[in-house]
C-alpha cells in the first residue's frame, strides 16, 4: 500500500511536470510576439503555484495522517477495515494505516491499579456505609488489566475511558453494597478477610463480561467516624481493662490450683515413696529369708567339705611321710648295696691292678736284666719328654758311637 501511495504521489507529480513543460514549450513558442509570451508567463506561473499547493496539501495530510504507525511494548492495536468491517490484532511492531480505510486503536494490556478515592475517608464526598448507617472510609485498590483473548472482539464497544467508564462503576456498585452488609466492628476487624472475597467474587464476572481481569484487591485502612472512633476506643479499653482483670482473676486460680495440685502432688509423692520403702524393705526381708535358706545348707556343705577336705588332707600326708620313710629306707638299704659293690669291685680293681704291676715288674725285671741301658732311658723319659735317646752299646774300639749303629745296618742291609 504504501508504494502504491508512492507510485500515485509520483504520479500527480509527472502530470503536474509535464503540464508545466508543456506550458513553457508553449511559452517559448509564442514569445516570437510580446503579448502572446506575457500571457505564457503568467499561466506558467499559476500551474507552478498550484502544484506547490497540491504538492504542500499531500504532505500536510501524510504528516497529520501517517500511512505507518508503531504498536509499542506491552500494547495490543486493534486494526479495524472501515469498508470490509474486519478486525485483525497487531503486537509489538509497526502497522500499516491507510488513511480513510483502516482505523488503528491501542490497547495496554500492562496492569492498572484504580482508588475510589471518595471512599477513602468518613467524611469524603461518598463515604461507604455500614449496616448501622455509620459513614466510613477504606483505602480499596483494584489491579485489573485487559484481557488479550477478548479485546479483538470487544474493541468496537470498549470505550477510550475504561477506567472511568467501566471499572469505577462497576466498582461502586460492589463496594457500596457489600460493606452495607457489614457492621463497623466487622469490617474494622474480624470480617476483613471474608469482605475482601465477597467483594472479589462479585467483580470479577462483572469486569469479565467487559473483557477486563481482576487481578486482585487490597483492602487497607479504615477511617470511622470521629465520635465512633472515640467511643470506640473507650470501649476497648473498658474491654481490655475487662480482660485484664478477668485473665487476672484466672491466672489466681491458676495459680491457686497450681499450689493445691503441687501439695496433692508432694502427698501422692511422699505417700508413694513410703509404700515403696515399705515395700523395698519387706521385698528385702523376704528376700534375706529366702536366701538363708539356701545360704544355710550351703555353709553346712562348706563346714562338711572342709571337714572332708581336712582328713584327705590327713590321710595325704601320712601317706606322703609313709611313702618318705618307706623311700628313705629304699634309699638307705640302695646306698648300702652300692657302697657295697664299690668296695667290692675297688678290691677287684685293686687285686687285679697288683697282679697285673707284679707281671710286668716281673717282665721288667727280666728285661732290665737283658738289656741294662732301659734304666738309663727311663730316667731320660722321666727327666723330660723332648729328648729323644738312643741307647747303644759302646764300641771296642773307641770310634764314633753311631759308626757301630750304621755299620749294622750296613751289614744288615747286604746281608
Not at 68 to 89: H, K, P, W
Not at 116 to 134: F, I, K, M
Not at 276 to 291: D, L, N, P, W
Amino acid at each position: 500500500m504504501l508504494q502504491r501511495l508512492k507510485d500515485l504521489v509520483r504520479a500527480v507529480g509527472g502530470w503536474f511536470g509535464g503540464r508545466a513543460t508543456q506550458f513553457g514549450s508553449v511559452t517559448a513558442t509564442a514569445a516570437k510576439n510580446g503579448a502572446e509570451r506575457a500571457l505564457w508567463g503568467l499561466a506558467a506561473a499559476k500551474t507552478a503555484i498550484v502544484l506547490l499547493i497540491v504538492m504542500g496539501a499531500i504532505a500536510y495530510f501524510l504528516y497529520r495522517h501517517p500511512p505507518v504507525q508503531n504498536v509499542g511494548r506491552g500494547e495490543m492495536g486493534v486494526r479495524t477495515n472501515r469498508l470490509a468491517g474486519t478486525v485483525s490484532e497487531w503486537r509489538e511492531g509497526s502497522v500499516l494505516v491507510i488513511p480513510g480505510l483502516h482505523e488503528l486503536r491501542l490497547y495496554s494490556l500492562r496492569d492498572h491499579i484504580y482508588r475510589p478515592e471518595q471512599a477513602t475517608r468518613a467524611d469524603g464526598r461518598a463515604p461507604l456505609q455500614s449496616v448501622e448507617g455509620l459513614s466510613l472510609g477504606v483505602d480499596l485498590s483494584f489491579r485489573y488489566a485487559l484481557d488479550p483473548l477478548k479485546v479483538s472482539a470487544l474493541a468496537n464497544d470498549l470505550p477510550d475511558n475504561i477506567a472511568g467508564e467501566i471499572v469505577e462503576p462497576a466498582v461502586q456498585g460492589v463496594i457500596y453494597k457489600v460493606f452495607a452488609c457489614y457492621t463497623v466492628r466487622e469490617i474494622f476487624s474480624t470480617k476483613r478477610v471474608e469482605i475482601q472475597q465477597t467483594i472479589e467474587d462479585e467483580l470479577t464476572p462483572k469486569l469479565a463480561a467487559d473483557g477486563i481481569l481482576l487481578r486482585g484487591m487490597l483492602m487497607g485502612k479504615v477511617d470511622l467516624p470521629a465520635d465512633y472512633r472515640r467511643g470506640m476506643e473507650g470501649l476497648l479499653a473498658e474491654e481490655l481493662a475487662t480482660a485484664k482483670m478477668r485473665y487476672t482473676l484466672e491466672l489466681k486460680d491458676k495459680r491457686v490450683k497450681e499450689v493445691e495440685l503441687d501439695g496433692e502432688a508432694e502427698k501422692a509423692r511422699r505417700e508413694k515413696a513410703a509404700e515403696a520403702a515399705g515395700r523395698e524393705q519387706i521385698i528385702a526381708a523376704r528376700s534375706q529369708e529366702e536366701a538363708m535358706k539356701h545360704v544355710l545348707p550351703f555353709k553346712q556343705r562348706q563346714i562338711e567339705q572342709r571337714k572332708l577336705e581336712a582328713e584327705a588332707e590327713k590321710a595325704a600326708r601320712i601317706r606322703n611321710a609313709e611313702g618318705s620313710a618307706q623311700a628313705r629306707r629304699i634309699e638307705a638299704q640302695g646306698e648300702a648295696d652300692a657302697r657295697k659293690k664299690l668296695a667290692d669291685a675297688e678290691a677287684y680293681r685293686s687285686e687285679q691292678v697288683g697282679k697285673v704291676n707284679a707281671e710286668q715288674m716281673a717282665r721288667e725285671g727280666v728285661l732290665v736284666s737283658q738289656h741294662p741301658l732301659l734304666i738309663q732311658k727311663a730316667l731320660a723319659d722321666k727327666l723330660s719328654d723332648k729328648i729323644q735317646v738312643i741307647i747303644a752299646p759302646p764300641p771296642t774300639d773307641g770310634s764314633f758311637i753311631g759308626g757301630t749303629l750304621l755299620g749294622s745296618q750296613a751289614a744288615k742291609g747286604r746281608q
